[in-house]
């Protein structure tokens, strides 16, 4: 059964829309695998000068990033991610879509000496259209997931 949580509104605000599916989705995570837990609760803030972000390809890392914070694991240092969070009839689900510039992506976390890039499948392409191959990075393993579920089995340390 898809993981999903309530429509939320839409709105140009990608941060703050990204922050607050990021949060509901790390939080319908953790109750369908260990449970309700109304103890803790994660303050979202977000300053008035990132109102003007404009795309949603940091919302599946934000939403790993939260789930780790609730069950206290780390995720993995050498691993970087990049893709925008589905949403299907204005409710949000865990499924994963293509966003723009991985190939500077894949790119800039190479040179910076991260190992493992997670993308959506549709990127395939443009990585592929780019050369971006093992041989000529060879340290940098480019992963490609097609919803947050799989993430969490690669991301963990």
């Given at each position: 059964?898809?993981?999903?949580?309530?429509?939320?509104?839409?709105?140009?605000?990608?941060?703050?829309?990204?922050?607050?599916?990021?949060?509901g989705?790390?939080?319908?995570?953790?109750?369908?695998?260990?449970?309700?837990?109304?103890?803790?609760?994660?303050?979202?803030?977000?300053?008035?000068?990132?109102?003007?972000?404009?795309?949603p390809?940091?919302?599946?890392?934000?939403?790993?990033a939260?789930?780790?914070l609730?069950?206290?694991?780390?995720?993995?240092?050498?691993?970087?991610?990049?893709?925008?969070?589905?949403?299907e009839?204005?409710?949000?689900?865990c499924?994963l879509?293509?966003?723009?510039?991985?190939v500077?992506?894949?790119?800039?976390?190479?040179?910076?000496?991260?190992?493992?890039?997670?993308?959506?499948?549709?990127?395939?392409?443009?990585?592929?259209?780019?050369?971006?191959?093992?041989?000529e990075h060879?340290?940098?393993?480019?992963?490609?997931?097609?919803?947050?579920?799989?993430?969490?089995?690669?991301?963990?340390?």
């Amino acid at each position: 059964m898809p993981t999903t949580i309530s429509p939320l509104p839409l709105t140009k605000n990608w941060a703050k829309f990204c922050a607050h599916f990021a949060y509901g989705l790390a939080r319908q995570i953790h109750t369908e695998r260990f449970g309700p837990n109304d103890a803790h609760r994660i303050e979202l803030r977000i300053p008035p000068e990132d109102d003007e972000v404009d795309g949603p390809s940091g919302a599946a890392a934000t939403a790993v990033a939260m789930y780790s914070l609730a069950i206290q694991r780390c995720v993995r240092m050498d691993t970087i991610m990049s893709a925008s969070l589905v949403i299907e009839n204005g409710v949000p689900t865990c499924a994963l879509e293509s966003v723009g510039g991985v190939v500077e992506k894949v790119l800039a976390a190479a040179d910076l000496g991260l190992r493992r890039m997670i993308l959506a499948p549709e990127n395939a392409e443009d990585t592929d259209e780019a050369g971006l191959t093992a041989e000529e990075h060879p340290r940098m393993e480019i992963i490609y997931r097609a919803n947050v579920l799989e993430i969490l089995d690669d991301i963990f340390e």
